[in-house]
């Protein structure tokens, strides 16, 4: 199992570093965060999958994560979230097409991470996916 910190932000504004750790066997992707000695898991078919489930876990108390995976505009598209476990996302732009230089780790945290809901990131990628639909639209 690979453990590394994760910056966790609270409703006070306070960020404090998590512990994370994950693994994977050949069919499913387990993270396990603790914060304050309180522990939060998940398992699902991705990691990616598995960090939301854990960020819903947080979102009841109103603790966001700090990271890509986290972040607004990012999101895990296709052959990268099957054949690479959803450990990379892409930070997408309305109306332009991902590229691979938008390839991000999704537990790393840099400045331009916009910490989001699950629910307003995936509002994110459909925004997108709109976008990218009417870009095509009108290039026909």
């Not at 960090?51 to 819903?56: F, G, H, N, S, Y």
């Not at 990268?80 to 780790?105: C, E, N, P, S, W």
Request: aromatic share 10%.
């Amino acid at each position: 199992m690979t453990s590394i910190l994760i910056p966790t932000r609270f409703t006070d504004g306070t960020i404090q570093n998590a512990q994370l750790s994950y693994d994977e066997d050949s069919e499913r992707c387990f993270l396990a965060l603790l914060l304050h000695q309180t522990p939060f898991s998940a398992e699902a078919t991705d990691y990616f999958e598995a960090l939301a489930q854990i960020r819903v876990q947080l979102e009841r108390n109103q603790i966001q994560l700090l990271c890509y995976g986290a972040s607004r505009c990012v999101y895990p598209l296709g052959m990268g979230r099957d054949m690479g476990q959803g450990l990379r996302a892409y930070k997408l732009k309305l109306g332009q097409y991902a590229r691979t230089i938008d390839l991000v780790d999704i537990f790393t945290s840099e400045p331009d991470v916009e910490p989001a809901t699950v629910s307003e990131q995936h509002a994110c990628y459909g925004q997108w996916l709109t976008s990218i639909q009417d870009r095509a639209k009108q290039s026909q």
